[in-house]
């Protein structure tokens, strides 16, 4: 693990307890709790084992690794996703979609077999990450744009940024940026993460131009890839899922050693 930007070893179950309690609200439903813990850990053990590389150690408030976070994590913390083979998955996973997941093919670009695209129905009760608008200055806009794609743009901002195709769930494809000199054409979470500085919550996303501002719809919070949080919470608190039920749902095909 990184720490202050140095590696460190750290017991397991209190390293998780970390990410638990950093990831998602200590008063949830502790099978969702349970369900983050093995997902956490098991994209620590991917980083750690298959991409050789170092995962940063979460630093939560101490008031957030709760009893209940530690009692979550005390009952699985020996657990990862696997495809049965023992090695661990990419459990990647996202704060809220968009009422589904997003393949990684159509995101990253690396396609696996367990990050395809699921139903992830409750999502849209999660009021705070549904149809949020974001408003953009015009001219924050024009300096993100011609920062990351080094084009130079016209006086009509109506023309900067088109969005050229959808994937499942409705989630944006590719979005083409405009300029005098050009133009530059990216997948969406590029677009999200980097052309607009960061500044959007999802890559389910319309916009409009009005007077002086974007005016960006968007649905879900983060990559959309991998178990959905918020969907974790509900399928537990509405269905009473388990966190084994959760995972399988998320990562299809795979097993919980």
Same mark, same amino acid.
């Given at each position: 693990?990184?720490?202050?930007?140095?590696?460190?070893?750290?017991?397991?179950?209190?390293?998780?307890?970390?990410?638990?309690?950093?990831?998602?609200?200590?008063?949830?439903?502790?099978?969702?709790?349970?369900?983050?813990?093995?997902?956490?850990?098991?994209?620590?053990?991917?980083?750690?084992? &298959?991409? %050789?590389?170092? /995962?940063?150690?979460? !630093?939560? +408030?101490?008031?957030?690794?709760?009893?209940?976070? #530690? $009692?979550? *994590?005390?009952?699985?913390?020996?657990?990862?996703?696997?495809?049965?083979?023992?090695?661990?998955?990419?459990?990647?996973?996202?704060?809220?979609?968009?009422?589904?997941?997003?393949?990684?093919?159509?995101?990253?670009?690396?396609?696996?077999?367990?990050?395809?695209?699921?139903?992830?129905?409750?999502?849209?009760?999660?009021?705070?990450?549904?149809?949020?608008?974001?408003?953009?200055?015009?001219?924050?806009?024009?300096?993100?744009?011609?920062?990351?794609?080094?084009?130079?743009?016209?006086?009509?901002?109506?023309?900067?940024?088109?969005?050229?195709?959808?994937?499942?769930?409705?989630? &944006?494809? %590719?979005?083409? /940026?405009?300029?005098? !000199?050009? +133009?530059?054409?990216?997948?969406?979470?590029?677009? #999200? $993460?980097? *052309?607009?500085?960061?500044?959007?919550?999802?890559?389910?996303?319309?916009?409009?131009?009005?007077?002086?501002?974007?005016?960006?719809?968007?649905?879900?919070?983060?990559?959309?890839?991998?178990?959905?949080?918020?969907?974790?919470?509900?399928?537990?608190?509405?269905?009473?899922?388990?966190?084994?039920?959760?995972?399988?749902?998320?990562?299809?095909?795979?097993?919980?050693?």
């Amino acid at each position: 693990m990184i720490q202050n930007g140095q590696q460190v070893k750290v017991d397991a179950q209190a390293a998780l307890e970390r990410f638990v309690a950093s990831e998602m609200y200590p008063s949830w439903n502790i099978e969702a709790l349970k369900a983050q813990a093995v997902a956490s850990h098991t994209y620590v053990k991917y980083y750690n084992d &298959v991409l %050789n590389k170092a /995962v940063a150690l979460p !630093n939560p +408030s101490a008031s957030n690794i709760t009893a209940r976070v #530690k $009692e979550a *994590v005390a009952a699985v913390y020996c657990e990862i996703i696997t495809l049965g083979n023992g090695q661990p998955i990419n459990a990647l996973y996202t704060a809220a979609t968009a009422g589904s997941t997003r393949s990684s093919a159509d995101t990253y670009g690396g396609s696996f077999s367990y990050l395809t695209e699921v139903e992830s129905k409750y999502d849209c009760q999660d009021a705070s990450n549904w149809d949020k608008v974001t408003y953009l200055k015009v001219s924050d806009v024009k300096k993100y744009l011609q920062n990351s794609t080094g084009l130079t743009l016209g006086d009509d901002p109506n023309t900067w940024i088109t969005i050229d195709s959808h994937t499942a769930g409705g989630y &944006v494809g %590719n979005v083409t /940026v405009h300029g005098t !000199n050009g +133009s530059r054409t990216y997948r969406s979470n590029y677009f #999200k $993460e980097s *052309v607009i500085a960061n500044k959007l919550r999802s890559t389910w996303f319309t916009f409009e131009v009005s007077g002086d501002n974007f005016i960006f719809t968007t649905r879900g919070y983060g990559h959309s890839v991998g178990m959905s949080q918020w969907g974790a919470q509900l399928y537990a608190k509405n269905e009473g899922w388990s966190y084994r039920q959760i995972l399988s749902h998320y990562y299809k095909g795979t097993t919980i050693q």
